[in-house]
Nanobody, 127 residues
Framework: QVQLVESGGGSVQAGGSLRLSCAASGYTYSSNCMGWFRQPPGKEREGIATISTSGSNTYYADSVKGRFTISRDNAKNTLTLQMNNLKPEDTAMYYC????????????????????WGQGTQVTVSS
């Protein structure tokens, strides 16, 4: 079955960096768009960065543009989110997700576009 396993979360001070990874298995990774989403306590899940099947097309939310970089390695079935200059407002549970329909629909930006999800990894940024 489809498995997405996130790692790399943790606690960091403002201005610091973290690198999240997502290991995918159980499906044809290269045929799915991928995305990183986050959900702060008490708030809705938001899409922060998504990437097309080949990696040639990406989307970033305004809140992370210029600070976060999404990338994928289709040979290793991995997805990465490099997060630099972290801010306290970046504190959230971060989720990796896959969209198996994007070749028809296009690169999605919203959680509802994604049909497979990992369990999440916590990121906490202190001021």
């Amino acid at each position: 079955q489809v498995q997405l396993v996130e790692s790399g979360g943790g606690s960091v001070q403002a201005g610091g960096s973290l690198r999240l990874s997502c290991a995918a298995s159980g499906y044809t990774y290269s045929s799915n768009c991928m995305g990183w989403f986050r959900q702060p306590p008490g708030k809705e899940r938001e899409g922060i960065a998504t990437i097309s099947t080949s990696g040639s097309n990406t989307y970033y939310a305004d809140s992370v543009k210029g600070r976060f970089t999404i990338s994928r390695d289709n040979a290793k079935n991995t997805l990465t989110l490099q997060m630099n200059n972290l801010k306290p407002e970046d504190t959230a549970m971060y989720y990796c997700a896959a969209d198996s329909h994007c070749r028809v629909r296009g690169l999605g930006r919203q959680a509802q576009d994604y049909n497979y999800w990992g369990q999440g990894t916590q990121v906490t940024v202190s001021s």
